[in-house]
């Protein structure tokens, strides 16, 4: 069974692996960087600080807390400056194992209940354009489609256009 709670910083060398992962693997983290263990403690501490990081859970025969991580996702700022402030970027990855089976979903509704909870008003996501898994996943979840950038950024030697996606989190 696979349970959803709030990241401590006790869970940042599991997030690390599987944020590590993407940077080595894939087309959806656009860096190829790979997190030190005090960088990903330095990472995860805001969003956990203001409860808008969650893990997925695999959990065992002991406690829940022991269990190991097969998915995170974190809601942090959208940009530094203080007009932004209540504008945030949702991130949510899976472990191979984890994907296609309706976890980045409930990671996601979970991530937006943690982000209104803080406070939050919009909720950006920035998605590789040709990721229709994640495109979809965030239209089930209200959010639309404001622009695509062209040949936004590049990774493993390919130019790749960058969909930008909002959702309300609050009324005006």
Do not use: C
């Not at 944020?19 to 969003?47: C, D, I, M, V």
């Amino acid at each position: 069974m696979i349970s959803i709670r709030s990241a401590t910083m006790a869970d940042a060398q599991g997030i690390r692996a599987i944020r590590n992962a993407a940077a080595r693997e894939s087309l959806a983290l656009w860096t190829s960087r790979e997190h030190s263990p005090s960088q990903a403690r330095a990472w995860l501490e805001p969003a956990v600080s203001r409860g808008t990081a969650l893990v997925a859970v695999e959990e065992g025969d002991g406690d829940p807390a022991d269990g190991r991580i097969v998915g995170f996702a974190v809601a942090t700022p959208w940009r530094d400056y203080e007009g932004y402030a209540r504008t945030v970027e949702d991130s949510i990855y899976l472990s191979p194992a984890a994907q296609g089976h309706g976890l980045g979903g409930r990671l996601l509704g979970s991530l937006i209940q943690a982000s209104q909870r803080a406070g939050d008003r919009t909720m950006i996501a920035a998605i590789e354009a040709g990721n229709a898994v994640s495109i979809r996943l965030h239209e089930r979840h209200g959010f639309t489609v404001v622009g695509t950038i062209p040949q936004a950024g590049e990774k493993l030697g390919r130019v790749l256009d960058l969909t930008l996606m909002s959702r309300p989190l609050a009324g005006r």
